[in-house]
């Protein structure tokens, strides 16, 4: 009898202008060369809570809350719309890796840990509403540099919420460094600021690298370059 492969789950993080989405897009394109069915999603997804999050963000929806309530307020509803993006049983990516096709994901919960948490009871909080989704297979951060990012947003003709708000950007900075380095599955730690072929390049021969399973303990890896 032949056992279907569980997809898997490959997760891009870092802050905005990182090249996340680019990076996520390219490894996308590589995988379906291999033959390999692949999903490309991102968070906020395109479902009911995560496209009330994008009216936020490009400020169609206002809210007048302080900084600390604001932070919150989008970790709950990041962690409504995560739980469907993961669960939901029409087009979840638990149903997809079910289904042996391979998830890449641009942003997970460790944005929220970085965006939503500027004092360790925010953290607590994050990580509770956090804390029955499933674990990436594949962890790849995307290491920019803050000059680096504001110099790519101040290219945008249009800015979200987080990219106006230099001390928020900051601050994520400082928490992914600390949530990438907790997590302890594999895991590929970049430079952002390189060209993105080069990129492109190392993520893919280490992913290919990485045979991923239910069953088999991949520990924790980590390559930086």
């Known amino acids: 009898m032949i056992v279907q492969r569980r997809g898997n789950f490959i997760v891009f993080e870092g802050i905005d202008c990182s090249g996340t989405s680019t990076q996520a897009q390219l490894l996308t394109t590589g995988l379906r060369r291999e033959g390999r069915r692949v999903l490309l999603t991102s968070e906020p997804s395109h479902g009911p809570v995560g496209q009330l999050i ?12 302080n900084r600390s309530a604001q932070d919150k307020f989008f970790g709950c509803l990041f962690a ?11 087009d979840g990516v638990a149903k997809q890796l079910g289904e042996g096709i391979d998830v890449v994901c641009t942003r997970y919960k ?19 509403a956090n804390s029955e989704l499933i674990s990436p297979d594949v ?11 504001l110099g ?8 979200e919420t987080y990219e106006k708000d230099r001390h928020k950007l900051e601050n994520a900075l ?12 594999p895991k590929l730690v970049l430079d952002a600021s390189r060209f993105p072929d080069q990129l492109a390049t ?24």
Not at 54 to 65: A, G, L, V
Not at 83 to 90: A, E, K, R, T
Not at 139 to 149: E, M, T
Not at 154 to 159: A, G, I, Y
Request: proline share 3%; aromatic share 12%.
């Open 54 to 65: 994008r009216s936020y963000f490009s400020e169609r929806i206002s809210s007048s809350f």
């Open 80 to 90: 409504a719309d995560r739980l469907d993006h993961i669960f939901n049983p029409v």
């Open 139 to 149: 962890l790849i951060y995307l290491r920019c540099p803050l000059d680096v990012a």
């Open 110 to 128: 460790f944005s929220s840990l970085a965006y939503n948490a500027e004092t360790e009871e925010e953290r607590s909080f994050v990580s509770a």
């Open 174 to 185: 400082l928490n992914f460094e600390r949530e990438i380095g907790l997590f302890q599955g």
């Open 202 to 225: 190392d993520v893919f021969r280490f992913v290919k690298s990485i045979q991923c399973s239910p069953d088999s303990d991949s520990g924790s890896t980590e390559m930086s370059a």
């Open 152 to 159: 790519r947003m101040h290219e945008r003709v249009t800015k």
